[in-house]
């Protein structure tokens, strides 16, 4: 019998999720895959210290044997960041095509607002030829419904996941045609959304939930409580429609 490794040219690229923070929602068999491939890709950008990914999963990791491939990249210029983007996936086919398996890592899931997204989108253009194979993990956005108590969306109901709030106009046309708005990773733009929540009568109904999972998670329901020290990259903020 020939065996799957046998009939590819090439390792593995896996993109795995590893989940919101507590190292236990990393799942079991992104767990094995962490622990077994000899490389680990860990996006961090420029400005960071470490990787928010990598500390998650580090306690996974034997780093006597697994080589930690950092892509750093620019947040303020995406022409620089698209180009890092590419180099990093060239430096990983190398990898890959030596016959390496190698596994990108990512806070939440691979396929929502995700870094893996980039290097996939290259990999699959450049080099059709890895295998590629994705592993869920557990998204911000339902470790913080789970954190906050906050059904997302019932029967029948509609759901927005958005990157950041662009002004008022757009978050009324997000309100009046969705249940259930999730801002993610508004930062500083949060401050401006309270207030437009206020003007589009919906005070009370949103959830500021801040490094859900982790030992810093911060639950906010009364959302004038809130200044800028609290706001946090890793935060998103629910707003429900409903009751």
């Not at 080589?67 to 996936?89: H, V, Y």
């Not at 699959?124 to 030829?129: C, D, E, H, N, T």
């Not at 911000?140 to 108590?149: F, K, L, N, T, W």
């Not at 733009?189 to 009370?204: C, I, K, P, Y």
Request: hydrophobic letters at 40%; aromatic letters at 6%; a negative charge.
């Amino acid at each position: 019998m020939t065996s799957r490794r046998s009939k590819a040219a090439s390792g593995t690229l896996y993109g795995v999720g590893v989940g919101p923070g507590d190292p236990e929602l990393v799942t079991l068999k992104a767990h094995g895959v962490l622990q077994r491939v000899p490389i680990i890709c860990v996006p961090q950008s420029e400005t960071s210290q470490d990787s928010y990914a990598l500390s998650i999963v580090r306690g996974f990791l034997d780093l006597k044997r697994q080589e930690i491939l950092r892509i750093s990249f620019p947040t303020d210029d995406a022409q620089g960041a698209a180009r890092a983007w590419r180099d990093g996936a060239d430096a990983l086919a190398v990898r890959l095509q030596q016959g390496q398996d190698a596994a990108f890592i990512t806070e939440g899931d691979p396929m929502l607002y995700s870094t893996f997204s980039y290097v996939l989108e290259h990999i699959r253009s450049v080099y059709p030829a890895i295998p590629v194979e994705i592993i869920p993990g557990v998204s911000s956005v339902m470790a913080a419904a789970a954190s906050s108590g906050v059904p997302l969306v019932t029967h029948g109901q509609r759901l927005a996941i958005l990157p950041a709030v662009y002004g008022i106009d757009d978050l009324r046309e997000a309100i009046a045609s969705y249940d259930t708005i999730v801002l993610m990773k508004v930062n500083r733009t949060l401050l401006q959304a309270l207030a437009s929540l206020e003007r589009l009568g919906l005070a009370g109904k949103g959830v500021y939930v801040r490094r859900a999972t982790t030992d810093r998670e911060q639950v906010v329901r009364d959302l004038n409580q809130l200044t800028e020290e609290d706001l946090d990259y890793f935060s998103l903020l629910i707003i429900r429609k409903g009751e």
